[in-house]
């Protein structure tokens, strides 16, 4: 079993709609959460970055923690063709900052 | 400014042979990291440089991987005999090595096809 699991897709929905992803992890130690946006053929950018349970929210996006369930989320409200990438959940397991990517889920948003 | 880079941007290779990748961190930054992103796969950690001390390594899969950073800049990841199980993203990122938990800024990736 992997220590961050998250479902590849791809995930399709219309532009305005709501983008909703999703990690789980089994490593409790795990204490930093980021979610990373890839767009074909680039490196990962960082988009959220969390520590703790809890609500984040940067523009359009909506980062959540639940640490009691080993469950983080992204929402990004009124999604745009731009938005179309694939989105990574990593989170840090110790003190060196090794990063534990979960697989990438793939957006597609249709105009 | 100047982001983090990697080079060569593409490389093919024949099963055997052997292959350096190059990055260059972002100015300053004293931690860099290497990933490898196979297809489906996700991110997978290799090895974590950070200032002078020794380097992480325990993400690398085989002895036939190894890394090396002159001068706490420039890092090179050498792949000796390469095989098609090899073939995927390789990525590069950095950042300032404050703490443990700071951003990491990633590079373009070089794509290897092992042939």
């Known amino acids: 079993q992997k220590e961050v699991e998250q479902d590849p897709g791809p995930l399709s929905v219309p532009e305005g709609a709501i983008v909703s992803l999703n990690c789980t992890y089994s490593?409790?130690?795990?204490?930093?959460f980021m979610w990373y946006r890839q767009y074909s053929r680039k490196g990962p950018e960082l988009l959220m970055y969390?520590?703790?349970?809890g609500n984040k929210e940067d523009g359009r996006f909506t980062a959540q923690v639940d640490k009691s369930s080993k469950y983080i989320s992204l929402f990004i409200r009124d999604s745009q063709p731009s938005d179309s990438a694939t989105y990574l959940c990593?989170?840090?397991?110790?003190?060196?900052?090794?990063?534990?990517f979960g697989a990438g889920t793939q957006v597609v948003v249709t105009p | 400014g100047a982001g983090v880079s990697q080079s060569p941007s593409n490389k093919v290779t024949e099963k055997g042979k052997d292959v350096e990748l190059r990055c260059d961190p972002i100015?300053?930054?004293?931690?860099l990291y290497w990933y490898r992103q196979s297809l489906g796969q996700g991110l997978e950690f290799l090895i974590y440089?950070?200032?002078?001390?020794?380097?992480?390594k325990s993400g690398l899969p085989s002895d036939r991987f190894s890394a090396e950073r002159t001068g706490g800049s420039v890092s090179t990841l050498t792949i000796q005999r390469t095989q098609q199980e090899d073939s995927a993203v390789y990525l590069c990122a950095s950042s300032s090595g404050r703490i443990a938990q700071e951003t990491q800024y990633f590079g373009p990736g070089t794509r290897l096809l092992v042939l």
């Open positions: 440089f950070q200032g002078n001390s020794a380097p992480d």
């Open positions: 990593a989170m840090i397991s110790d003190s060196w900052g090794k990063l534990q």
């Open positions: 969390t520590y703790s349970s």
């Open positions: 490593n409790s130690a795990f204490q930093y």
């Open positions: 100015s300053g930054h004293t931690a």
